[in-house]
C-alpha cells in the first residue's frame, strides 16, 4: 500500500503521515525528497524545495509522468531547472513506490501515481486560523504574518498541482479521503486512514 497526503499548509499534514509511518511501519518521505532529488541533481536543496512543489512547470513534466519520452542522463543537461528538478522528483516517488509500503507527502505524488490500483490518496485540511496557530507553533512564523504564510503557500501549492495535472488541488474527487483537522484532530485522522489501510 502507498499512501499519498496531499495537504494544506498547517493542516497537519506532515505530523498526520509521520504518525502513520510509525505505526503501521511504513517508509516516509517527505523532506527527503527534497535532498535525494539535491544529491542526485547536483542542485541545492533550497532550489529543489522552491521548484519541487511551488514552481509552475513546462509540458515536459506532464512527458515524464506519462512515460511518453522517459528522460536520460543527456536529456536532464539540457533541461530548465524547474523541469530537471520535477523529472528527479518523478523518479524518486516512482521508485519509492515500487518498494511498497510507503507514505509521500505532496509533490502531486497522487497524480504521478495514479495508475496504480495499490494507491490511497489522502487530502488534509483545516480551518484558517487553527492552521495559522499550528504554523506558528512548529514552524517559528510569526503571529501576525502566519495567516498571510498559510494563504501564499496554498496559493503555490494550487497554482503548481493544477498546472501539472490539470486537476483541481483539494477537489474531494481526486482523492480517497478527504480529511478536517480542525473537526477531527490529528489523532483521530490517523485513526481513520489507518482504519481504511486496513
Request: net charge negative.
Amino acid at each position: 500500500m502507498i499512501i499519498t497526503i496531499s495537504r494544506q499548509c498547517g493542516s497537519g499534514g506532515h505530523t498526520i503521515g509521520k504518525m502513520l509511518a510509525d505505526r503501521l511501519g511504513y517508509d516516509f518521505y517527505d523532506k527527503d525528497i527534497i535532498k535525494a532529488v539535491s544529491v542526485e541533481s547536483g542542485l541545492s536543496e533550497k532550489t529543489v524545495e522552491r521548484e519541487g512543489e511551488y514552481s509552475t512547470t513546462s509540458l515536459l513534466y506532464n512527458i515524464a509522468v506519462n512515460g511518453i519520452s522517459p528522460y536520460n542522463v543527456s536529456s536532464k543537461d539540457h533541461m530548465l531547472i524547474r523541469d530537471l528538478v520535477n523529472s528527479y522528483q518523478v523518479d524518486f516517488i516512482k521508485k519509492a513506490a515500487e518498494k511498497g509500503n510507503c507514505i509521500i507527502i505532496g509533490r502531486s505524488a497522487d497524480y504521478i501515481l495514479r495508475d496504480r490500483t495499490d494507491c490511497l490518496n489522502i487530502f488534509v485540511h483545516g480551518d484558517l486560523d487553527d492552521r495559522a496557530k499550528r504554523v506558528v507553533e512548529e514552524h517559528e512564523v510569526g503571529e501576525a504574518d502566519a495567516r498571510q504564510h498559510v494563504l501564499d503557500r496554498d496559493k503555490k501549492r494550487s497554482k503548481y498541482y493544477r498546472h501539472v495535472t490539470d486537476q483541481v488541488w483539494g477537489m474531494a474527487e481526486n482523492y480517497d479521503l478527504c480529511l478536517n483537522t480542525s473537526k477531527l484532530g490529528i489523532d483521530r485522522c490517523v485513526e481513520l486512514i489507518s482504519d481504511a489501510v486496513k
